[in-house]
């Protein structure tokens, strides 16, 4: 895009400061911010308008069971029989979002890049892929694995990679590519600069994923060879066990479009989504979403009739991800904390929420399937998110549930 170009499109849209520092740059610089410019999604600013996401709100829930622990470890040999088969014959693939930062950590690099170790190295990208080589050792053949970066921490990201081997991971079945980037925006409309040659831009969402994929190229390469099935999993999870043999034979067996590892939740008003059916179709409830009846309600046998929370570890049908890539997913309007350049091009960093970014979420993907096969994973074996530095959910209560499943901080 020429700078003429630009131009009319920003003041079509009222965004002109875009431009305010454009005559002091390099040539660098300015081809930077002209492309940021030409890549900008500009219905983004339309949502902002009415303060509107384009969630709809829920239809008709109803709860939606599990194939629960005791089950399968009943089945297990079976699930594992037909998911070995599957994983030896190249029919899985995983992919593993981690484009963001540990802010939350007081770690301004990657979060997977993050020494979750106490006396020796243990980094949360360490923990994940030692615990896919667990499965790549059991069934003996390796799993394609594909690493969703962003624009901000990409090249660290595949640098922290090289320098450590890939932690033991074959290079040749690991894959990287960039997550696609929305503009964030002040309070008053206008898009948020976080320097003189650069648009605030933040990943969009973690159901951004499978359009990213795509666009990489890299939904081709996997049908071409063979791949079937796609896992996905979030990165602060360092107990989470990936492509397991039971859990993709339980998801192919039981003919789903989808699965999702759940837990049982800890108590009703514990904080997670919950998946249930929603009109007929498998769904995701956010703990807000809920009445007190839902959150209360039980069987004959005292049990939740809500009480399997998701724990983002999904396994889709790739013929039913391209189904639905052409459908809008709904985008979710957030309100953050936003680095930005202020009026006089001073650089601030707020303390409190001043604008909005824009989101895609997996969990919106669930609900564009028919089905899903909702199953069981123990909690201490298999949930360890790292979401603070303490208290709930954060480094110290991860690395206690590592001690407790025998891995060595």
């Known amino acids: 895009m020429q700078y003429q170009e630009a131009l009319e499109l920003v003041r079509r849209h009222g965004q002109e400061h875009l431009l305010q520092y454009y005559g002091e740059l390099e040539e660098e ?8 410019i030409a890549r900008l999604d500009w219905g983004l600013l339309d949502l902002l308008k009415s303060r509107k996401s384009t969630e709809a709100s829920k239809g008709h829930l109803e709860p ?31 992919v593993l979002l981690a484009g963001g930062q540990g802010t939350r950590l007081g ?49 660290e990201t595949i640098a922290f990679f090289e320098e450590h081997a890939y932690f033991g991971y074959h290079p040749d079945f690991v894959r990287f590519f960039k997550q ?19 648009i605030s831009l933040s990943p969009n969402g ?60 800890a108590d009703p008003n514990e904080r997670v989504g919950v998946l249930c059916l929603e009109d007929g179709r498998p769904s995701i409830v956010e703990y807000y979403e809920m009445t007190e009846d839902m959150i209360h309600l039980r069987d004959e046998k005292g049990n939740l009739l809500y009480n399997f929370g998701v724990i983002l570890n999904y396994m889709f049908r790739i013929d039913r991800l391209e189904a639905i890539a ?56 298999e949930f360890a998110p790292v979401k603070n530095l303490h208290g709930v959910d954060s480094v110290d209560t991860a690395r206690a549930l590592l001690l407790k499943n025998g891995v060595e901080l």
């Not at 696609?180 to 650069?198: H, N, Q, R």
């Not at 939904?219 to 796609?230: L, R």
């Not at 997913?329 to 936003?338: D, F, G, R």
């Not at 604008?355 to 969990?363: C, D, N, R, T, W």
């Open 206 to 265: 973690n159901g951004g994923w499978f359009g990213s994929l795509q666009k990489a190229g890299y939904v081709e390469q996997m049908k071409e060879a063979g791949v079937e099935w796609i896992t996905v999993f979030a990165v602060d999870n360092v107990l989470q066990r990936i492509n397991d043999p039971a859990f993709i034979g339980a998801v192919i067996d039981s003919g789903a479009e989808c699965g999702g590892k759940v837990v049982r939740k």
């Open 64 to 94: 939606l069971g599990a194939l629960e622990v005791d089950e399968i470890e009943r089945r297990r040999d079976y699930f594992e029989s037909v998911g070995t088969k599957a994983l030896q014959d190249g029919k899985t693939a995983a």
């Open 29 to 36: 610089g300015k081809k930077k911010l002209l492309d940021q």
């Open 326 to 381: 052409g459908k809008t997913m709904p985008i979710h309007i957030v309100e953050k904390k936003i680095p930005h350049l202020d009026e006089s091009g001073a650089l601030i960093k707020p303390k409190t929420e001043n604008g909005y970014k824009f989101e895609a979420l997996v969990l919106d993907m669930i609900h564009l399937m028919n089905s899903c096969c909702s199953y069981e994973v123990v909690r201490e074996r």
């Open 180 to 198: 696609e980037m929305a503009p964030s925006v002040g309070y008053d409309g206008k898009i948020l600069m976080e320097g003189k040659d650069s």
């Open 107 to 155: 770690f301004d690099k990657p979060k997977g890049t993050f020494c979750i170790g106490v006396n020796r190295e243990l980094y949360i990208f360490q923990c994940l892929i030692q615990n896919l080589m667990d499965v790549v050792r059991k069934v003996n053949a390796w799993v394609p694995l594909y690493i969703m970066t962003s624009e901000k921490n990409n090249e």
